[in-house]
């Protein structure tokens, strides 16, 4: 059965009432705020098919009951037949669900680029897994609710678990399994679960793997969970039809050697979004002009987590005055620190070396420079640091100059610099190299 959906046609006047309703003016604001494509929201709202999820969405966005306006898009079913099928299809899609401690993404902003992008490799690509990678605090976990949320329907089951606490594999192979068999097993290992994975449509979501890797050793797993490892590597490369979305701060090295542009393990490295960042601050109840609250978000990289501290302190300390903040210069405190500190203290000494070189050096740095400061440092080893760096998005990738063109050149985030800066000078570390 063919899980798109349309609008009926006798019920196209309702869906424009229903905008106007709601008060979005264009095409444009619905597909921003849904986080669908233009294409999907101009086929919704002329009658044409759209996936199950996307008019899901875009019902709740216009407060109308989905039931009563959609059509299955099956040949030959009645307007009578459509909607039972459709009644049926709901509760399916509905009574598997378990989703852990996933968070509540009512108040989510912007990311339509990110949630288009996930959407189609996990509903339309059937990719088998998915990485969503970046560092503290910039969204992984709120994303993957939004897009576990936006294609549920796709699943049969869905099951959310957060690898915050380090539950051994077994633990959670155990829980997955009990769900997936509706209770009927309770076996832990692995072969169950591809058996599952093989005969239904299973989305699972690991939130924070990070938790379950080595500090200073990039995408390695911690010792006694190596075998987590083992379960990412067969959920890639085994052929089934569900699908396995992680978040982490850091890149498991079975990702790095499975993923590609058209292979079923694919990764995305989120960054800032200034659109989140701004509405944050403007819910938060700021004062400034878009001039001043773009310069805020951009010091912090427009990562939501530090906005939203910032913002915090700004209300507290400055009665939401943006300007008389930005007018103190100093930007890394508390809550800020404390989110930079847990990133800081997984570093090796290497890593931790090439982020005050950089720190001192804000222009950026290539690898050939790096290699002429660091001469007692053996190229690979130099490499590998870069690589664990960029892994963790605590170094970007910057335009290089006219005469470095040929090589990368790598820079810091204002916010992290200022960290690093701050942090070599209250504990005296340097490069000790
Ligand atoms: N697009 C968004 N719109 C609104 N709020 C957001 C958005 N993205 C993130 N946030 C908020 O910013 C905060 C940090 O986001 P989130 O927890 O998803 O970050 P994270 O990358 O998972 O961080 P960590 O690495 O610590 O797990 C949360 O309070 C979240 O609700
Ligand atoms: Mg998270």
New binding site residues.
Partial sequence: MSRSLRVNQGCIEQVKLALKRNGILSQRALAESAGLSLSTVSNFLTGKPVDHASFVELCQQLAIDCEEIAQLDVAGYSKTKSKLALTALTRITNKHQDWGEA?DVS?????SKELATLGQWIATQRCRLVAIL??????????AAKVAAQVQHEFEYVIWRSLRNAPSLETLLGNLVVFVSEFQETATDMRRLIHHLRSKRCLLIL??M?AILEPGYTGQFRNGYQGYGQLLSVIGETAHSSCLIL?S?EKPSEIAATEGDKLPVRCLR?SG?LE?AM??LDIKGLVGTDAQKQQLCDHYGSN??AV?IVATSIQELFDGEIKVFLQQNTFVFNGIRRLLDQQFERLSPLEKSIMYWLAINPEGTTIAKLESNMITVPRTKLLEALEGLRGRSLIEKATPTLLEKQSCCYTQQIMVREYVTELEWHTGEAIAL
Avoid at 134 to 143: P, Y
Wanted: aromatic share 6%.
């Fill in positions: 968070i108040v989510f902003y912007g990311r970046g560092m503290g605090g910039i969204g992984k976990t709120a994303i939130d924070n990070e978040t701060r989120l979004s989140a509405a944050l939501p987590l939203k």
